[in-house]
């Protein structure tokens, strides 16, 4: 210790350091007392204003803060509105307007609130409670990466059971008015300055009138119901009744919110809870936005892919997909799905999964389809449940897009109709009895919730969900368990403190295997690659003559003698974005045999990936259109069998030295060229492998420049599995295949 010179002998004096000499950036916390059921609970917070101020003056955020909504256009003529930051939405133009009659000069600043109970510890049952804030004058993709640190920990409310209240209705009243009477206390000083304005320092230094005002609550079902003090079961944004949540389309107004102020505010009145039964609110002692400015909370409360989405309404579906297709039957074709760089494998099926989480919740919505094509129904049964899986699973895509535009958004409501004009499917089977379900209701409300807050992944709880590590399970571990929110909020100041001082193809360098046998790449238990010699000659002549009639590459290609028999091999092509993603592996492709130990033991599967390729522009020719002249760029899919390079003795030998081929190659095997338009109930096309005139199959080499990426078939089933099929052999085995159009969400886009 004393050779490193430092500062600070123990955790004690480094401690006091942070806390004494490195600057603070946000709000120190505070602990007050809130008495519920006579009993008192501390409620640890930060002054709201205060950590607005600190989001809004971060010198780090200066160059991206908004100031003012804004309205963006597709086109010259502004007919296809796009939506996307928040600043986009029209809640922000709304706001502005009213605020400016009573004020003008106004700089709005958009307060985003989110809360979930956590459980800290994996036994014991010991739970955090943080509420969270940011504005919507910071980007999105700012607020949901913690590392920018564009949310702040602004409170953690009691946990407490009120065990001691024994009546189960008074302890969940209470519960609620203890919820609400933190939030109030939280809130401290949002009126105020929502109403008058306060001033304001950007990062920049530029001083502004400033009015924080509540605009959107991002929390799970649960949340929702508590902050809106309406009741489970119904919906907490409209006057939907709970035996009608099931109902297409919603023709029920939004909740009258004025109405229900007036119920609440009522308190003390003899017939109070008459007045707020009749309003269909619970009988709360002050909610928190009773009398906040220019709040609507029913039209704050927006959507959430996470929980109502994807854990929510695809949970649902997975479990009625089980029923229709018969779990044994389900596992059996997930396991022998074939393999690819963004589809996580499920080896063991999904019928049996428990507690899982969104993201594998994402995973099996891409292969989800495939699973229910010939299934012994009758095609009519079938056709309608492969279209109402397909509406909401498309619905579940669009809703992930960072930008809407009008015709998106129609997209969006027309694949929600997909899905409850085919509904009566799972009725018919007798697995629903009703589609009454708050959060399958909630769909209804995504197009307005974007419109007024922009895309969805402005408010996803999913943003919380990783917060939850580092505002409340990281903190708890710091602490000694006892007394340990006091402990928590210190680990977090000092650790904030901490925190503030201080498109591309890519190979590798080396091969997978510096010297396979042509034998070995033509063998069926090897790369499979059987007619490798005669498309590599192919390639070469046609490299070499690029305008040589078709007719005569094959007699020229005879004429080839390779001057090797073994060639540097890749197993592995790679996609980066350096500029955008960095070093993140965006995609890849396999290509590569299966490996036997010294034991005898197979230690790898074999793995031959399908690709997208692009075929040359001068191959389909140019067309004209409106005086301009366009290349149609067409693509086919094809199975790479192995990638390699010409060593530097066939590159003498074979070409020009002022004519060099790439650096990389790819034998493939193509499939059949794309129908005019993909099948009507699935939405994907119908892909079959491509054969020559003898039976063998269409194959050529190429450079690996022309791949685009890879891509995902689901193959023909048949009535049952056959037993023989698995995610090794069923690219060999099955003849037909569709094209997923959900691999990931690029994937989707593209072939929407």
Not at 430 to 456: M, Q, S
Not at 615 to 640: C, E, N, Q, S, T
């Amino acid at each position: 210790m004393e050779r490193l010179d430092l500062s600070f002998k123990n955790t004690t004096q480094l401690n006091d350091i942070i806390d004494k000499k490195l600057p603070s950036l946000r709000p120190e916390f505070i602990s007050e007392e809130i008495v519920i059921a006579n009993r008192s609970f501390d409620v640890y917070r930060r002054d709201i204003i205060a950590c607005v101020r600190a989001l809004y003056g971060d010198p780090k955020h200066n160059e991206y803060l908004c100031f003012a909504p804004e309205r963006h256009y597709a086109d010259e003529d502004k007919t296809q509105r796009l939506y996307h930051d928040f600043h986009t939405g029209r809640w922000w133009w709304d706001t502005q307007k009213a605020v400016e009659e009573k004020t003008p000069g106004a700089t709005i600043i958009p307060v985003i609130l989110s809360s979930d109970k956590t459980q800290v510890t994996l036994f014991r049952n010991k739970t955090a409670y943080p509420v969270y804030l940011t504005i919507g004058n910071l980007p999105k993709d700012i607020r949901r990466k913690p590392s920018r640190m564009g949310q702040v920990l602004v409170a953690y409310i009691p946990t407490t059971k009120l065990e001691h209240i024994k009546n189960k209705e008074s302890r969940r009243r209470s519960m609620c008015n203890l919820f609400h009477a933190c939030m109030r206390c939280i809130l401290t000083g949002l009126k105020e300055a929502g109403i008058s304005g306060v001033v304001m320092r950007s990062g920049d230094g530029v001083a502004r009138r400033c009015h924080p005002i509540f605009a959107a609550y991002v929390g799970d079902y649960p949340e929702q119901v508590l902050v809106t003090c309406t009741y489970v079961g119904e919906s907490p944004v409209c006057e939907c009744p709970p035996d009608a949540l099931g109902e297409y389309p919603c023709a029920h107004n939004p909740r009258n919110f004025q109405a229900a102020v007036e119920a609440l505010s009522s308190i003390g009145a003899p017939d109070w809870g008459t007045r707020c039964a009749n309003a269909n609110i619970k009988p709360v002692q002050h909610p928190f936005w009773e009398d906040l400015p220019y709040v609507d909370v029913f039209c704050s409360i927006t959507p959430d892919i996470l929980h109502q989405l994807l854990q929510g309404v695809v949970k649902h579906l997975i479990g009625w997909i089980t029923e229709a297709v018969g779990a044994d039957e389900l596992d059996a074709r997930v396991r022998r799905l074939p393999l690819n760089h963004a589809i996580r494998p499920f080896l063991k099926g999904i019928s049996s999964l428990s507690r899982v989480s969104g993201m594998e919740h994402k995973q099996i919505c891409s292969f989800l389809l495939s699973v229910i094509g010939d299934l012994p129904h009758t095609s009519a049964i079938t056709h309608s449940l492969m279209r109402a899986t397909r509406g909401i699973i498309d619905f579940t895509y669009l809703s992930r897009y960072p930008v809407h535009s009008v015709e998106t958004l129609k997209e969006l409501e027309a694949c929600l109709a997909e899905f409850h004009n085919n509904k009566h499917v799972f009725l018919d089977l007798g697995i629903r009895e009703n589609f009454d379900i708050p959060k399958l209701h909630f769909l209804n409300h995504y197009v307005r919730a974007i419109k007024l807050y922009g895309t969805a992944d402005n408010y996803n709880t999913e943003a919380t969900e990783r917060l939850h590590i580092d505002f409340a399970k990281d903190a708890y571990r710091a602490t000694n368990r006892k007394d340990e929110f006091k402990q928590m909020t210190k680990w977090l100041e000092r650790r904030e403190k901490i925190i503030a001082f201080g498109h591309y193809i890519k190979m590798t360098k080396q091969p997978s295997e510096k010297s396979v046998l042509l034998d070995a790449i033509e063998s069926p238990s090897g790369y499979g690659a059987t007619l490798f010699t005669v498309a590599l000659a192919r390639f070469i002549v046609q490299f070499r003559n690029p305008t040589l009639p078709h007719a005569r590459v094959d007699e020229a290609a005879h004429n080839i003698v390779l001057p090797f028999r073994r060639l540097p091999v890749f197993h592995h092509i790679k996609f980066v974005n350096t500029k955008f993603f960095g070093s993140e592996t965006l995609d890849s492709i396999h290509a590569y045999p299966r490996a036997i130990g010294k034991t005898g033991k197979i230690t790898r599967l074999s793995r031959f990936d399908t690709a997208m390729i692009r075929v040359r522009p001068a191959v389909v020719g140019a067309h004209k259109f409106d005086g301009m002249v366009f290349f149609l760029i067409v693509y086919g899919v094809g199975r790479v069998r192995v990638v390699f390079s010409i060593p530097p003795r066939g590159l003498e030998t074979l070409f020009p030295i002022n004519m060099q081929p790439p650096a990389h190659l790819a034998y493939v095997e193509w499939f059949s060229t794309f129908a005019a338009r993909p099948e009507a109930a699935s939405g994907m096309y119908r892909l079959k492998r491509q054969l020559a005139g003898d039976g063998s199959p269409l194959v050529s080499v190429l450079p690996v420049s022309v791949i685009q990426s890879s891509v995902h078939l689901f193959p023909k089933w048949g009535r049952t599995v056959p037993v023989d099929w698995t995610n090794e052999n069923v690219l060999d085995r099955s003849s037909t295949f569709s094209l997923s159009n959900y691999k990931d969400q690029s994937t989707f886009f593209m072939y929407h």
